[in-house]
């Protein structure tokens, strides 16, 4: 009969072994979040627990501070979680930027625009890397970490020195501001207002008024906002001369050229429009129109005997 009464004895110790029960159970009661805890957890705490968590003094244990921002984080996802209006706000926010990206991706002017725009999008990131991290940031825009910190150079480390308020230490190599303004008369002058850029620099370069290459002059005429110049459609004035056969239409022409001792020779020219085969041809020094119509009578009765 002892041992019986021995193992009875171990389980009511057993029984009414005390438990612990973890610190966020606690929390959650003391905040009045016990709602959020699992059913079956909850039934297994004595209620004077709960009772006893939620009188206890908010300055008991030490660092109690820090229960604050927990109450503050719990508190806003408890509103995220009551109103599912919220919840479908922030889930179609969300499509709405993996949409936009998606089609941004593949427009081909896409980084041209991240360009012009490149302090917008610098002072953005730049105001919101503190909650999403700069790379995250960066894939909204399709542009790389090194694209970024050049237009952060650019945005945020100004001089004076320079005419665009370049870093000249991180940007070197630069016009200085005398020739950039230069670039920028010859570009407004109203005598070479339909002249290519090119030939806008050529003009510029024999006039001793510039000294840089033309990929540089083309690069500061971006920059300047003269990315092109008027193109004229001339097909609705154009009106070609065209030939089906031999023999149907001959052209004359004379040209120029001069030799290395100054000397001017004119080449005479009488050729078939169609085959583009030249019929005769003569160097004088002199232009002599009779001669062109001598070639166009000898050939038209040679051409006429073979018939």
């Known amino acids: 009969m002892s041992a019986p009464l021995c193992l009875t004895e171990n389980t009511a110790h057993n029984k009414h072994k005390r438990q612990s029960w973890d610190t966020s159970i606690k929390h959650y009661s003391r905040l009045e979040l016990d709602a959020q805890i699992p059913m079956a957890l909850k039934n297994t705490i004595p209620s004077s627990n709960i009772s006893r968590w939620k009188k ?3 300055d008991k244990y030490k660092g109690c501070e820090v229960t604050q921002y927990i109450q503050q984080d719990l508190e806003l996802i408890k509103r995220f979680n ?3 209006r919220i919840k479908r706000i922030v889930t179609g926010y969300f499509k709405l930027c993996d949409t936009f990206h998606s089609i941004i991706s593949t427009v081909k002017n896409i980084k041209i625009l991240c360009n012009e725009h490149k302090t917008l999008i610098v002072n953005t990131i730049e105001s919101i890397k503190e909650d999403i991290p700069i790379n995250n940031a960066l894939k909204v825009f399709n542009i790389s970490r090194a694209t970024f910190q050049y237009y952060k150079t650019i945005v945020i480390h100004k001089c004076d020195a320079s005419y665009f308020k370049w870093c000249t230490k991180r940007i070197p190599n630069q016009l200085l501001p005398k ?4 670039i920028k008369k010859y570009l407004t002058h109203e005598d070479y207002k339909y002249w290519s850029k090119s030939s806008i620099y050529l003009r510029a370069v024999r006039d001793t008024a510039l000294c840089c290459g033309l990929t540089t002059f ?9 990315t092109s110049r008027p193109n004229y459609d001339k097909r609705r004035f154009y009106n070609p001369l065209k030939t089906n056969k031999p023999n149907e239409v001959w052209c004359a022409d004379v040209t120029i050229f001069r030799t290395l001792d100054g000397v001017n020779h004119y080449i005479h020219i009488l050729m078939d429009h169609f085959s583009r085969m030249v019929l005769g041809f003569r ?3 002199v232009v002599l129109v009779p ?5 166009y009578k000898k050939r038209t009765q040679n051409t006429i005997s073979k018939r």
């Not at 083309?218 to 003269?226: M, V």
């Not at 001669?291 to 070639?295: A, G, P, V």
């Open 218 to 226: 083309y690069k500061y005429s971006k920059l300047l906002g003269y």
């Open 179 to 182: 020739e950039i303004l230069t």
């Open 283 to 285: 160097i004088e020094n």
């Open 56 to 58: 206890e003094p908010e």
């Open 291 to 295: 001669l062109l119509e001598i070639y």
């Open 82 to 84: 009551q109103s599912f």
